[in-house]
């Protein structure tokens, strides 16, 4: 099961290995639109397990594993564990997308509640990171429960940023393809490395659109468009050898 009281075992459960080496070559990633490049490779290998279940309250959802390890003979000192998405519903021109800080969710939903494939009322989706990156902080009050230990003076992340980029959009608001923008993304500013700003509050933030998508209260995405959204969570430090598990749910509802 995957805690909560549950007994249920996966109906399917896929397990594939990647690292980021290009042919086994130590040569330095070529940019391409939406593939940040420019940096030769870390040297992380990461092991990934997508399992779900066919039972009620889990079945409109998947899960992703990502047990993340450090192969390289290097300190990494500033790691951001993000994941982007484009979840087209439907038509993929009215999907803007919004976040939930408190719950670590991203979400995409229909603009005006009617979609050209789905008809009226369209599903929503959403990504929610059920555990993040653990940092150490020394703090004996800082208990972090997971679902195989308990550990004192640790701490989860959780989401700590939350961002977009638009279909045909500039190097600071459209799809990475280079590094620097990518990283900066990562970090919860936009692709030029500016520091968002909420048009509601006049407050910066790192969590783009973070008001109420379905009572239009707060920062809401009040446009039209193709959006692809990235969760982020950092940054952290990885010693040589060095493991971090991340666990995401993808859900349709």
């Known amino acids: 099961g995957i805690g909560n009281g549950m007994t249920a075992r996966p109906e399917e459960i896929l397990f594939m290995v990647f690292m980021d ?3 086994c070559t130590d040569s330095i990633h ?15 290998e990461i092991q990934q397990i997508v399992f779900n279940y066919n039972c009620i309250p889990l079945r409109d959802m998947y899960f992703v594993k990502y ?28 999907d803007p997308s919004g976040c939930d800080s408190t719950r670590d969710l991203g979400f995409v939903y229909n603009y005006n509640n009617n979609d050209p494939d789905y008809g009226n009322n369209p599903p929503a989706t959403g990504t929610r990171l059920l555990q993040s990156p653990v940092i150490y902080t020394g703090i004996t009050s800082d208990t972090l429960k997971l679902p195989y230990d308990t550990l004192t003076g640790y ?21 990475p393809d280079n590094a620097v ?10 692709g030029c490395g ?6 509601v509050t006049g ?23 193709q959006s692809r959204y990235i969760q982020n ?21």
Do not use: H
């Not at 993304?185 to 936009?190: Q, R, V």
């Open 21 to 23: 080496y290009t042919n």
């Open 30 to 44: 070529r940019s391409e639109l939406s593939l940040p490049g420019g940096t030769k490779p870390l040297g992380v």
């Open 67 to 94: 047990r993340i390890i450090n192969k390289s003979s290097m300190f990494w000192d500033s790691v951001y564990y993000s994941t982007a998405n484009e979840p087209d519903i439907g038509a993929a021109f009215d």
């Open 155 to 175: 701490k989860a992340l959780g989401m700590t940023s939350y961002n977009e980029f638009l279909n045909g959009g500039n190097e600071c608001t459209g799809d």
């Open 181 to 190: 923008n990518a990283y900066n993304y990562m970090k919860g500013l936009n």
């Open 194 to 199: 500016v520091p968002l700003k909420n048009w």
């Open 203 to 225: 407050n910066v933030t790192k969590f783009r659109y973070n008001g109420n998508a379905c009572s239009r209260t707060g920062w809401f995405d009040s446009t039209s468009t």
């Open 233 to 253: 969570s950092g940054p952290f430090t990885m010693q040589s050898g060095d493991t971090q598990i991340v666990v995401l749910s993808f859900m349709i509802t």
